[in-house]
């Protein structure tokens, strides 16, 4: 909408995952999922890997952090624009799987889906999530 360029790195599910059990999240939000939109292929963080041992969780050491790999999980995307889509049915299949994959990686079902830059739009899934 900005015309001005982006640099948008790949979802980190290690550090999502951390925040859901530290603050007792009981559902997530992924917004602007239209950004990934002509994304041939989809990369998700699981973890990190330090020295050859694995991380699934960030790591706080800001000198070993720098030093770690991140660990990436792919998937293909839809090719599609989503801004158009109003129910969960109406997103690609390769967008649903996204989202169910990101909401069992961070331990957290994905009930709101924004799907372009304008506040109504977005998809919900699932019920009560506004009561």
């Known amino acids: 909408v900005t015309g001005r360029a982006r640099r948008i ?6 550090v999502a995952r951390y925040s859901v059990r530290l603050n007792g999240v009981g559902v997530a939000a992924l ?6 939109d002509d994304q041939p292929l989809l990369k ?6 330090l020295r050859g041992t694995r ?3 960030p790591i706080a050491n800001i000198s070993h952090y720098k030093h770690s790999t991140p ?5 293909p995307g839809w090719r599609e624009e989503i801004g158009g889509a109003r ?20 331990g957290a ?9 304008r506040r109504d739009q977005f998809v919900t899934r699932g019920a009560a999530l506004f009561d």
């Open 55 to 57: 991380y699934d969780h």
């Open 9 to 14: 790195g790949w979802f980190d599910a290690a």
């Open 109 to 117: 079902p994905v009930q709101l889906i924004g799907t372009g830059p």
């Open 31 to 36: 917004m602007r999922l239209d950004i990934l």
């Open 87 to 106: 129910s969960w049915q109406e997103l690609p299949q390769n967008c649903r799987d996204y989202v169910e994959r990101v909401g069992d990686l961070i």
């Open 71 to 75: 660990i990436y999980e792919e998937m």
């Open 44 to 49: 998700i963080c699981t973890g990190y890997e």
